[in-house]
T-cell receptor, first 112, second 112 residues
Framework: SQQGEEDPQALSIQEGENATMNCSYK?????LQWYRQNSGRGLVHLIL?????REKHSGRLRVTLDTSKKSSSLLITASRAADTASYFC????????????FGKGNQVVVIP | EAQVTQNPRYLITVTGKKLTVTCSQN?????MSWYRQDPGLGLRQIYY???????DKGDVPEGYKVSRKEKRNFPLILESPSPNQTSLYFC???????????FGNGTRLTVT
């Protein structure tokens, strides 16, 4: 199955700065989703962007999708210490079987 | 409260001793799935179920079994656990059609 690949793998920033992560994938998708995981806990869904959408916002989160480049970015604005977590992108293929393929994750540390 | 409940949270067992990890959701979701998470490998899908009595293999099904006799429950069975099944396991559910996944809090399994 296809997999999202996040970039960079690890990111360390100061509180108040913006954090940007990228995700690339390989095949045709129905949608792309971003999740957050705090220290070994269950993943929490952040935002879903469909293949016919280019940008989506949710609070301090902004996601873009470029299907021609098969890539997505997640921007967290005005980061807080509580944003420290691992962030995963996941792609739902366009075959309708509901399978999500996850990337390996991106560790973000926000320094107070 | 809408949730996915996994039990147990931690499990230490020995090679070959059959075990079951339970998963239950109270959201009437049709789709349920099991993932394992290993350092450097991200989340990999073990099995998924699109509805009652319908299950299918994910990317890493070897050594695992599942059943879906009722909509809310989706247990993961390890008939003869081996040390390479030491991992962090997550159950997840979604209403359908590649929607956002709701994750349980995980089961950390150690097989010695």
């Amino acid at each position: 199955s296809q997999q999202g690949e996040e970039d960079p793998q690890a990111l360390s920033i100061q509180e108040g700065e913006n954090a940007t992560m990228n995700c690339s994938y390989k095949t045709s998708i129905n949608n792309l989703q971003w999740y957050r995981q705090n220290s070994g806990r269950g993943l929490v869904h952040l935002i879903l962007i469909r293949s016919n959408e280019r940008e989506k916002h949710s609070g301090r989160l902004r996601v873009t999708l470029d299907t021609s480049k098969k890539s997505s970015s997640l921007l967290i604005t005005a980061s807080r210490a509580a944003d420290t977590a691992s962030y995963f992108c996941a792609t739902a293929d366009s075959y309708g079987n509901n399978r999500l393929a996850f990337g390996k994750g991106n560790q973000v540390v926000v320094i107070p | 409260e809408a949730q996915v409940t996994q039990n147990p949270r931690y499990l230490i067992t020995v090679t070959g001793k059959k075990l079951t990890v339970t998963c239950s959701q109270n959201m009437n979701h049709e789709y349920m799935s099991w993932y394992r998470q290993d350092p450097g490998l991200g989340l990999r899908q073990i099995y998924y179920s699109m509805n009652v009595e319908v299950t299918d293999k994910g990317d890493v099904p070897e050594g695992y079994k599942v059943s879906r006799k009722e909509k809310r429950n989706f247990p993961l069975i390890l008939e003869s656990p081996s040390p390479n099944q030491t991992s962090l396991y997550f159950c997840a559910s979604t209403p359908g059609t590649a929607g956002p996944l709701h994750f349980g809090n995980g089961t950390r399994l150690t097989v010695t």
